[in-house]
Structures are given as C-alpha cells and as structure tokens.
C-alpha cells in the first residue's frame, strides 16, 4: 500500500463513478455449504434503499483488489477471508439519483465463517441474513440479477 497519494487535490472535488470510473470490489459470501450472505440497505444508504445486497466496497488509490476485498469485509460483515476466487469483472453504467454512473466491479466469490459474521455497518445496513439462491430475498438490489445471471454456474 502507497502512503502518499500523488492525486489527493486533484481529486478532492471528485465523485468516484460520476466525473471518473470507479474501482471496486463486489463479494458473494458463502459458507461452503449452499448458503450466501446479504445484507438490506438501510435509509442512510446511498441509493437502493431497503433493497437486499451482496457487499461491496470501492478501491482506494494505493489499496490492492485483495486488499479491499478483505478490509471490506472485515468492516460489513466482522469476519475474515478464508477464500476467495475471482469471478471475472463487469462494467456497471446505471442512473444513481438522477445521475450517470460508471464502476468497473471485480467480481469474486469469497468464503466466510458464518459464526463470526454481525453487521459491521448498522447505520448503512438494517439486517444481514444467510440466504441460498432458491430463497432470495426482496426487494433485490438492481445489480444482483445480473451479478447472478452471469455467474449462476460458478456459484
């Protein structure tokens, strides 16, 4: 990790997926043993609120995918990383309250231990719940059907 940021002023004024494309992680928690992790946006979220959610974080200028991809679920979920696999990437261009966005999304599937996850984040999420992909929740996040459309066979 980079300890100085050579781009800080420059971006200080910069909407991450508004005026450039944002980085980030996406991760599909699961136990091993058919169940996956989600979590329901609360009223503080950004967007899709009330809407059920795999997790997600973006990448910070000097922070690697790992990196990210374990610092963000160790802050919404309490746990640790015992596996990952990258899934494969998406482009992401959707409105977001009246706006264009654009995220470049590296996909991975990650196992967890179920008995340390809690809700690391409460004031964004209202409930994390274990779930398996024949007993979806609603409503869903907009992003989840094509997240599992394209990786239905390798989850």
């Not at 058919?34 to 979220?45: E, I, P, T, V, Y």
């Not at 654009?102 to 690391?120: E, M, R, T």
Request: hydrophobic content about 35%; overall charge neutral.
């Amino acid at each position: 990790m980079l300890s100085v940021d050579p781009y800080s002023n420059y971006m200080d004024n910069k909407a991450k997926g508004i005026d450039f494309i944002g980085n980030s992680v996406v991760y599909f928690c699961h136990d091993g043993k058919g169940n996956f992790l989600m979590h329901q946006r609360s009223k503080q979220a950004r967007d899709e609120r009330g809407n059920w959610d795999i997790g997600a974080g973006g990448i910070e200028f000097g922070d690697t995918a790992e990196i990210t991809l374990k610092k963000e679920i160790k802050e919404e979920y309490g746990c640790e990383v015992l596996d990952f696999e990258l899934l494969g990437y998406r482009d992401i261009l959707r409105e977001q309250n009246g706006r264009v966005t654009h995220w470049i999304a590296l996909d991975f599937k990650v196992l967890v231990n179920p008995s340390q996850v809690k809700n690391g984040e409460p004031d964004k999420f209202d409930k994390v719940g274990w779930f398996t992909l024949s007993n979806l929740p609603t409503p869903a996040h907009s992003q989840l059907t094509k997240f599992l459309a394209k990786y239905k066979n390798r989850l």
